[in-house]
T-cell receptor, first 111, second 115 residues
Framework: KQEVTQIPAALSVPEGENLVLNCSFT??????LQWFRQDPGKGLTSLLLIQSSQREQTSGRLNASLDKSSGRSTLYIAASQPGDSATYLC??????????FGKGMKLTVNP | NAGVTQTPKFQVLKTGQSMTLQCAQDMNHNSMYWYRQDPGMGLRLIYYSASEGTTDKGEVPNGYNVSRLNKREFSLRLESAAPSQTSVYFC??????????????FGEGSRLTVL
């Protein structure tokens, strides 16, 4: 059974820092991995999707990498801003319709 | 561009009452999903529909029923609500069905309290 872990559960940093968010998964037989952002009281917004054949994806200040063999993905946020404060979730899709979600990491970027 | 729309946004029920959560997407997606999100439990899949006319159970289907009314709409019904069903419910859709499911898009959520 696929399990997805995000450690730490929360992170508080000063504005301007470059951040690395971690996501690990137990079954390397995946089809894709997706990073989401969730603001309080809101739905999930897709940030980046990496197919299993890809190593990384970039969007603006965000870069996500995937290492299937080690069961790890990282989300890199460059020059963090207070507006980046949110909960970040990763989700892995394996051999069925469902995505398996991590429990998320709550990020606070302080001005 | 509305994306995925859920109604209602908030609902309070008494134990034993029934209700239906509605979801519609305007992106012509094949696959649609219902998740629940609970503190400490993360997101758990209740039911999904890979295409119009098909539905399948997810991780926590007990106490729920679904209907894929057409390609746009996917509803979730609680026949006899229980306090354990107090949660935030999210509908989602994706571009492709089958093993090559693409990017997942979520609605804003429906916050349900069962007293």
């Amino acid at each position: 059974k696929q399990e997805v872990t995000q450690i730490p559960a929360a992170l508080s940093v000063p504005e301007g820092e470059n951040l690395v968010l971690n996501c690990s998964f137990t079954d390397s037989a995946i089809y894709n991995l997706q990073w989401f952002r969730q603001d309080p009281g809101k739905g999930l917004t897709s940030l980046l999707l990496i197919q299993s054949s890809q190593r990384e994806q970039t969007s603006g200040r965000l870069n996500a990498s995937l290492d299937k063999s080690s069961g790890r993905s990282t989300l890199y946020i460059a020059a963090s801003q207070p507006g980046d404060s949110a909960t970040y979730l990763c989700a892995v899709k394996g051999g069925s319709e469902k995505l398996v979600f991590g429990k998320g990491m709550k990020l606070t970027v302080n001005p | 561009n509305a994306g995925v729309t859920q109604t209602p946004k908030f609902q309070v029920l008494k134990t034993g009452q029934s209700m239906t959560l509605q979801c519609a997407q305007d992106m012509n997606h094949n696959s649609m999903y219902w998740y629940r999100q609970d503190p400490g439990m993360g997101l758990r899949l209740i039911y999904y529909s890979a295409s119009e006319g098909t539905t399948d159970k997810g991780e926590v289907p007990n106490g729920y029923n679904v209907s894929r009314l057409n390609k746009r709409e996917f509803s979730l019904r609680l026949e006899s609500a229980a306090p354990s069903q107090t949660s935030v419910y999210f509908c989602a859709s994706s571009e492709l069905s089958g093993l090559s499911t693409g990017e997942l898009f979520f609605g804003e959520g429906s916050r349900l309290t069962v007293l």
